[in-house]
């Protein structure tokens, strides 16, 4: 059976063997922004798996830019040989390698997740000489509950923008295949598109124009480090239900297409403490920004949101609403998601997704009698 989803996709100089993207995902695993022998599993179990494309997690390109302290980092070559393991770890599964890079702005500094996800009161830094100030486009809190950051200066966007071409050249050092620009959920980038959280009175503010610019500039900056031949991605916020609109982001894509983004990857919310944006959360339920931004800005996106089953993903691409799915935490629950999807959608020789002893091995499984095959399991998408 012929399906879009396990159809190769070629991006500048690299071809996926499929269209199932492992959705960046926050580990909290660092040490001082530094990989563990722990994101080795993680993420070689994605490729394994049979995944086409495996992002690492949001990748901090300034210590002052982490969520927690337990980020990874890429604000120094310290990182560049820890992380190329990851890279080819990935790159053995035979998946291409993906890593998204990221500031946090005005969000940084909180506790995990699990502890509670709150502002730290503490000022000291990821790197124990380091002080953790929070910046933003404007002296704005992102809520009450957080400190107020600190106006960013020119010479300090100068600098940020920078900083985020200098990790472009270290992944590309450490053999990543793809680059994500990290520019949804509230974070720095969000920050400046946002009318609520950048009240700047210069080329940096005010009309959509300015507000775009930083965006604009970083993205132009980061092409000069990330090789013509390696494909970008940037994910957005195609909502944020706080004045960002759809039709801003589509002005967006078709401007950023032109400055070399390959793919969009739409998601929602986040410039406040909510995420979701306008839509409740339900199966596919941000499939339909991917699809606007798609047809509006004539650009290629990647959908993500609650993309659950095998046969909800073909139909995402089938019906042009995205060239790509993400799976997040359905990956979690099942690394080998893509292996399944590709045994339910009777594509030829799905196991051939799998490492030689794994194929060898489940081939071997599949035609002892009597043992359920995942192609007969439900997988039904609720309507």
């Given at each position: 059976m012929e399906t879009l989803l396990f159809c190769p996709?070629?991006?500048?100089?690299?071809?996926?063997r499929n269209?199932?993207?492992?959705?960046p995902m926050l580990t909290y695993l660092a040490s001082a922004g530094l990989p563990s022998d722990e994101h080795l599993?993680?993420?070689?179990?994605?490729a394994t798996g049979g995944a086409g494309l495996v992002f690492v997690e949001a990748t901090k390109v300034d210590p002052c830019g982490c969520s927690t302290t337990k980020d990874l980092g890429l604000w120094s070559d310290a990182f560049?040989?820890?992380?190329?393991r990851i890279a080819r770890v990935i790159q053995a599964g035979g998946a291409a390698a993906g890593i998204q890079i990221a500031h946090s702005g005005r969000k940084a500094r909180r506790s995990l997740p699990w502890e509670g996800n709150q502002p730290l009161a503490t000022c000291l830094g990821v790197e124990q000489d380091q002080v953790w100030t929070l910046i933003g486009p404007s002296a704005v809190a992102h809520s009450p509950q957080c400190e107020v950051p600190v106006a960013m200066s020119a010479a300090d966007i100068k600098a940020q923008i920078e900083a985020w071409g200098a990790a472009a050249a270290r992944a590309d050092a450490a053999g990543f295949d793809v680059l994500e620009i990290q520019a949804a959920h509230g974070y720095l980038i969000h920050q400046f598109l946002s009318p609520v959280a950048n009240q700047r009175t210069d080329g940096y503010g005010g009309s959509l124009d300015n507000r775009m610019r930083f965006a604009v500039d970083l993205v132009r900056r980061v092409r000069e480090s990330w090789p013509a031949n390696k494909p970008l991605f940037f994910r957005?916020?195609?909502?944020?239900?706080?004045?960002w609109?759809?039709?801003n982001s589509v002005v967006l894509a078709a401007l950023l297409k032109t400055h070399g983004v390959d793919v969009f990857d739409c998601s929602s919310g986040g410039i406040a403490d909510q995420v979701t944006g306008a839509a409740p959360i339900a199966y596919g339920y941000q499939v339909p920004y991917a699809k606007r931004i798609r047809a509006g800005a004539g650009v290629m996106t990647?959908?993500?949101?609650?993309?659950?089953?095998?046969?909800?993903?073909?139909e995402i691409l089938a019906e042009g609403s995205?060239?790509?799915?993400?799976?997040?935490?359905?990956?979690l629950h099942n690394p080998n998601w893509a292996f399944n999807a590709a045994e339910k959608l009777g594509i030829p020789a799905p196991f051939s997704l799998l490492s030689q002893n794994a194929e060898f091995w489940l081939k071997k499984r599949s035609r002892v009698k009597g043992i359920q095959s995942s192609t007969s399991l439900g997988d039904t998408v609720p309507r």
């Open positions: 996709l070629s991006l500048r100089g690299l071809l996926l269209r199932v993207v492992v959705s599993v993680h993420y070689g179990r994605f560049v040989v820890p992380l190329a957005l916020s195609a909502v944020d239900d706080m004045g609109t759809i039709e990647m959908a993500v949101g609650m993309i659950i089953h095998a046969r909800q993903a073909e995205a060239d790509l799915v993400a799976i997040g935490r359905e990956m």
